[in-house]
């Protein structure tokens, strides 16, 4: 009932930036939150960061301070800015969306060189 497209992954230096976006379509309600999960080879997915429809944002230890999650609630569409990137940040980055059950996108390839 929920579409989710990620987008703006790829391949960046260490210390730079990127905008990843995702899109979400189909049976929208107005409670959801929303996030995004990264999963690096070999390891568990986990959570980067959170946000809330009423903009209450909650982060990963490892990415506080760099990265900033928003959202555009007339677009249905979620942000993350990633700033100072590492190479641990390196993985693939998957939208979420909550509302009763949790919808998944397909992710987007983020890899960071050294």
């Known amino acids: 009932q929920v579409q989710l497209v990620e987008s703006g992954g790829g391949l960046v230096q260490a210390g730079g930036s990127l905008r990843l976006s995702c899109a979400a379509s189909g049976s929208i309600k107005s409670g959801n939150s929303m996030g995004w999960y990264r999963q690096a080879p070999g390891k568990q997915r986990e959570l980067v960061a959170r946000?809330?429809?009423?903009?209450?944002?909650t982060y990963a230890d490892s990415v506080k301070g760099r990265f900033t999650i928003s959202r555009d609630n007339a677009k249905n569409t979620v942000y993350l800015q990633m700033n100072s990137l590492k190479p641990d940040d390196t993985a693939v980055y998957y939208c979420n969306y909550f509302w009763f059950v949790d919808y998944w996108g397909k992710g987007t390839l983020v890899t960071v060189s050294s």
């Open positions: 946000i809330t429809s009423l903009g209450d944002r």
